[in-house]
């Protein structure tokens, strides 16, 4: 490429799973196990740890992906080339909604647990409001990452990475001496019905792998260090949520749990009652969803970048600053969008979110699939049916009682469906990538698209909503650029034709 469209590759296997990191612990750890925790009891653990487990499949369709195509993209580079264009396109804009939608819910939210916990520390000072702050908070972001990837991103997001992973291993430890036994038996007070329902909840806990991937042009050793940093990311953060998780129904039994902030309340003078670790946990809170931050505005900017290369976004942000070696005008791009929307009532807009998200991780998957056989489309199809039965048998068991026996028959059906369809996934023949290769293919993809399906089926009807209005948006819009390609192309033929003519 051009120097003024390039990327420098500067970033090792360490800075790489320092992002993934970053990208996943944020002040979730300190929520969402209380979330999960309250249904589960004790058992919450196994929640996290099932949800880990599932997790590691689209991870190793990520790593292997991200090994053979080492541009900067990710799930958008990755379906326009097994899917194409279209498909690529409206993966890549629901990807973009969830991301923008998510981090101005990370900056309001970063805003009031900074402006909370200063005014802890000093009661009297004066302090801008939360608005003001998330614009303040948009701009340092902003700069960071426009700075360079040496200077920026990796040293600040490094720094901080170690500091939240310091508060987090401090707090669990510090627990630990506060835990009653008592309080983790019975381990299973519900039975194991919700620790398998909570496993969907906390598999978004671990959706950091993915930032990994939009590094993949500016890391030094791709084929190596982007399958590392994936796989021992995840392995990180699934260590430090279930620990975590533990602690916590260890201090506070499950059914006295506040969920809405179950970690203040565990250090609060109710049950542990340490102030300092209280105040760490806030400051953990903060530089959680900092990193989280800085994660998610530099996967933003990388695909539109991706995007404006491919003619499918406007030139203007496929520049490469020649200084500082960023897309620094998608960057700016994005951080105007997140100020925009942290600056108005976006907490109802929670429920759109993950859609976005989960569909990219099911095109890796189904990617893996297409791109290691010569029969691309009966794997495309066929990947298709697998997640539609999937989130069809999903639904159904959402209603299974005692007296509804169609749920019981919907379930069993689709069920069955969804396992008959990986039989012709082993009839087809796979080729091995010279890179690294996701191990088991097809059963590990297969495994991923499944799962998948029924993490689809635990979003809210209002993300559904969502995704079909921005799909509808998408497919009129490349209608129109088809159509112009179209008349262009024409007019282009008609001109040569008079010229011939004459």
């Not at 260890?250 to 109710?270: K, L, N, V």
Request: proline share 5%.
């Amino acid at each position: 490429r051009s120097p003024t469209t390039a990327l420098q590759r500067r970033l090792t296997a360490l800075d790489l799973t320092l992002i993934g990191v970053g990208a996943s612990v944020g002040a979730g750890i300190f929520v969402i196990t209380g979330v999960a925790a309250q249904p589960c009891g004790p058992a919450v653990c196994f929640s996290f740890l099932l949800a880990g487990i599932s997790s590691i499949f689209s991870a190793l369709c990520y790593a292997e992906l991200s090994a053979r195509i080492p541009v900067s993209g990710s799930v958008y580079l990755y379906a326009f080339v097994a899917f194409g264009e279209f498909v690529a396109l409206l993966i890549g804009l629901n990807v973009l909604v969830d991301y923008h939608v998510g981090a101005a819910l990370n900056i309001a939210s970063c805003a009031l647990y900074l402006q909370k916990t200063l005014l802890l520390m000093f009661p009297h000072i004066w302090l801008p409001s939360t608005q003001v702050i998330s614009i303040l908070l948009v701009l340092l972001l902003t700069c960071i990452l426009s700075f360079g990837v040496e200077s920026g991103l990796k040293r600040v997001n490094g720094l901080l990475v170690f500091g939240k992973v310091g508060i987090v291993l401090l707090v669990i430890i510090v627990g630990c001496t506060k835990v009653d036994p008592a309080n983790l038996s019975p381990v299973f007070p519900h039975g194991v019905g919700p620790v398998l329902s909570m496993s969907a909840i906390c598999s978004f806990s671990f959706i950091g792998f993915g930032t990994i991937t939009n590094a993949a042009e500016e890391c030094i050793d791709p084929h190596r260090d982007l399958p590392i940093a994936i796989t021992v990311s995840l392995l990180i953060c699934a260590l430090l949520y279930i620990a975590f998780s533990i602690v916590l129904v260890g201090i506070i039994p499950y059914y006295e749990i506040q969920q809405a902030a179950p970690a203040e309340d565990a250090f609060g003078p109710h049950y542990a009652n340490i102030p300092w670790a209280l105040m760490m946990v806030n400051w953990g809170a903060v530089i959680g969803l900092f990193t989280t931050l800085i994660t998610g505005l530099y996967s933003q900017a990388r695909i539109y970048l991706a995007m404006a290369r491919d003619d499918l976004f406007f030139h203007l942000f496929e520049h490469v600053s020649p200084t500082f070696g960023t897309p620094i005008y998608a960057q700016w791009l994005c951080s105007l969008i997140a100020a925009l929307l942290a600056c108005v009532q976006v907490e109802e807009l929670s429920n759109f979110l993950s859609i976005g998200v989960l569909l990219s991780y099911t095109v890796v998957c189904a990617g893996v699939l297409v791109l290691r056989t010569d029969q691309s489309e009966t794997a495309a199809w066929w990947s298709a049916v697998v997640t539609l039965a999937a989130v069809a048998a999903s639904l159904c068991s959402s209603y299974i009682s005692s007296e509804n026996y169609l749920a019981i028959v919907g379930t069993s059906v689709f069920g069955v469906i969804a396992l008959l369809c990986w039989c012709p996934f082993f009839l087809l023949k796979y080729s091995r990538p010279s890179t690294f290769a996701c191990p088991g293919c097809p059963s590990i993809p297969l495994l991923g698209l499944t799962i998948n399906g029924y993490l689809l089926s635990q979003c809210h009807w209002q993300a559904w909503l969502r995704l079909a209005l921005t799909s509808l948006i998408i497919l009129g819009a490349y209608a129109i650029r088809v159509r112009h390609a179209m008349k262009t192309a024409g007019s282009q033929r008609n001109l040569n034709v008079s010229l011939a003519m004459q």
